[in-house]
């Protein structure tokens, strides 16, 4: 793995597992020093431990993107440590779903403020730390749900569709200062988060977990779903020099479950 990101200082928020997980250790592995922050203690320690094994330095940070507060000590622990933020990975995000006249209000609140005010919450703390910098890139994680959307999904689309618009916006804002902001949207990936939804999707409709992810991977023009690695190497480029000139995008990786 060649060193595009060496001595570049990367802060992925919720990478604890899944595609923040990958995320990190993808820098790490590229010559990042990489920032963990999630929620959970033990799986972002493990996180962390897993990038410092390519010889940078990483550290993991409990944070709660829902506080303000805490996302603003980890920034602070970070620019204290490093004195600076090459990329931020906003990563961290929940999926809940269910009938459109059955959201409660409660479920509704959290999921806004884990994957739409934490993740803008994010991009305002790393802001004016690249713009003093004149340089960075923030990568957004969408969904296919912030493109498109199915039944039962209404609130977990309306935040990934808000992150699309945070981004678009975002980019307009900061291109000025030389700091690119992107959205992935990633498809169906296999992580721990859409094990848990297919086993709750596919009782709602008579199957198996399996049977469900099967379904999805055969919506894919690729007959197969994204790996977290997959995930994180598109994050990569578009933190890296060849995408210096992309921004305001929402990159669609997906199999080509669009095509259909």
């Not at 303000?68 to 931020?88: P, T």
């Not at 713009?131 to 923030?138: F, H, L, N, T, V």
């Not at 296919?144 to 916006?169: F, Q």
């Not at 790996?227 to 480029?237: M, Y």
Request: proline content about 3%.
């Amino acid at each position: 793995m060649t060193a595009r990101f060496e001595d570049q200082v990367v802060v992925v928020t919720g990478a604890a597992t899944g595609i923040g997980d990958a995320t990190a250790i993808r820098f790490a592995s590229e010559g990042a020093r990489v920032a963990c922050l999630d929620i959970d203690p033990a799986e972002n320690g493990s996180t962390a431990a897993a990038a410092a094994a390519y010889g940078v330095d990483a550290f993991a940070l409990t944070c709660d993107v829902r506080s303000r507060s805490d996302q603003e000590a980890a920034f602070k622990a970070v620019i204290e440590r490093w004195g600076r933020i090459d990329v931020l990975v906003a990563s961290a995000g929940i999926y809940t779903g269910g009938p459109l006249h059955q959201i409660p209000t409660d479920r509704w609140e959290n999921i806004l403020a884990v994957n739409l005010t934490g993740l803008l919450t994010s991009n305002m703390l790393a802001a004016p730390v690249m713009i003093e910098q004149g340089r960075g890139a923030i990568v957004n994680i969408s969904s296919m749900a912030g493109k498109t959307s199915w039944p039962n999904s209404a609130e977990y689309s309306a935040t990934k569709s808000g992150v699309i618009g945070i981004t678009r916006s975002a980019a307009m804002e900061l291109g000025p200062s030389g700091i690119t902001v992107n959205a992935v949207c990633p498809g169906n990936t296999l992580t721990a988060m859409v094990q848990k939804v297919a086993i709750e999707i596919g009782e709602s409709l008579g199957m198996t977990g399996e049977q469900w992810l099967e379904m999805r991977a055969n919506d894919t023009a690729l007959k197969r779903l994204a790996s977290p690695h997959e995930i994180a190497g598109v994050i990569a480029f578009l933190a890296s020099e060849d995408a210096r000139y992309l921004t305001g995008q929402a990159i669609e990786v997906d199999g080509g479950i669009i095509l259909s």
